[in-house]
C-alpha cells in the first residue's frame, strides 16, 4: 500500500495532462486471493466520460467517494445495458481498487502505453494509459501461474523486455478467470536447463486444490529478448495508435 500512496502523491503534486482520470489498481494475487496489500502488477489511467475500446464509460463522483463504470452492449458505447459503482479506494474481490484524480501524470520508474484521445489538440489529451514498473520479475496478470514472465528495462530509446518460460511448471492454466493483461508483449519458446528454482506454493482455486509457481526470472528460463522503440505521443488520424513512454 506504501507504493499507492507514493503513486498518489505523484499524481497529486505532479501534474502534467489534463481532465479526470479513474485510476484501476491491480494486485497481485496471493493464494489466489488479494486484499490488495501486495504488489501492484499494472495500473491504469482511463479518461472520463469517454469510450474506451471495450465499449465503457467511467464518471467520478466526488461527492459521494465513488467511481461509476456504464457498460455498453454495441460499439461506440451505444445501447446501456449495467451500471456499477466502486467506492474509492475500496479493495474488491478480484483484487482491484478504483480512485480519481483531477490530473494525470507518469510515475518514476515505469513503463506505460498510452492512447491518446481520437479528437484531440495535443498529446496531453490521454484517453487511456496502462503502466507497468521496470525492474520487476512479474506476469502480466495477477494469477503466478508460472510460466511465462517477464523482465523490463529502459533506456533513453528503447524498453527491453526479457521473457522466460518455465516449461517445467506444473500448470499452465487453472480454474478462475484471470483479469486482463497490459504492458509489453513477450515471446514464448522452449527453455533449456534442468533446474528449477521458483517458488513451488499450494493455493486453491473454485473449491480445487492446484499449485503455481512464484515468477523468478532466473538465466536458464531466458527464451527471448527484444527492444521496443520509444515513441513520443502525437495526436494523429489513427484512433487506435498507441504510444510506448518510459519515465
Known amino acids: 500500500m506504501e ?7 505523484f499524481l497529486l503534486f505532479n501534474s502534467i495532462c489534463f481532465g479526470d482520470y479513474v485510476q484501476q ?12 496489500t501486495s504488489d501492484i502488477i499494472n495500473w491504469y489511467n482511463i479518461q472520463t466520460g469517454q469510450c474506451t475500446v471495450d465499449n465503457t464509460i467511467y464518471e467520478c463522483d466526488y461527492d459521494n467517494q465513488v467511481v461509476i463504470q456504464k457498460l455498453f452492449s454495441e460499439g461506440n458505447c451505444k445501447n446501456l445495458y449495467d451500471t456499477e459503482q466502486f467506492q474509492f479506494n475500496e479493495c474488491i474481490q478480484t483484487g482491484v481498487h478504483f480512485n480519481c484524480t483531477e490530473k494525470f501524470t507518469l510515475v ?12 484531440c489538440n495535443d498529446s496531453s489529451d490521454i484517453l487511456v494509459a496502462s503502466s507497468q514498473f521496470l525492474g520487476v520479475c ?4 495477477p494469477l503466478n501461474f508460472g510460466k511465462y514472465w517477464y ?4 533506456n533513453d530509446t528503447h524498453l527491453t523486455v526479457q521473457s522466460y518460460v518455465d516449461v517445467k511448471q506444473p500448470i499452465s492454466s487453472g480454474s478462475g478467470g484471470i483479469l486482463g493483461s ?11 536447463g534442468s533446474s528449477i528454482t521458483g517458488q513451488l506454493t499450494s493455493g486453491s482455486a473454485s473449491s480445487s486444490t492446484v499449485e503455481y509457481w512464484t515468477p523468478e526470472c532466473q538465466p536458464q528460463y531466458l527464451v527471448s529478448t527484444k527492444e521496443l522503440e520509444l515513441t513520443n505521443p502525437f495526436c494523429s488520424s489513427n484512433p487506435s495508435q498507441t504510444f510506448l513512454v518510459c519515465s
Not at 523482465?151 to 529502459?154: H, I, L, V
Not at 497490459?182 to 533449456?192: F, I, K
Request: hydrophobic residues 30%.
Open 3 to 9: 507504493i499507492v500512496k507514493i503513486i498518489i502523491a
Open 25 to 36: 489498481y491491480m494486485y497481485q494475487s496471493v493464494n489466489f486471493t488479494s486484499d490488495c
Open 108 to 119: 518514476p520508474n515505469t513503463f506505460t502505453n498510452i492512447t491518446l484521445n481520437p479528437n
Open 138 to 141: 512479474q506476469e502480466s496478470y
Open 151 to 154: 523482465w523490463e528495462t529502459c
Open 182 to 192: 497490459s504492458g509489453a508483449s513477450g515471446d514464448s519458446g522452449s527453455a533449456t
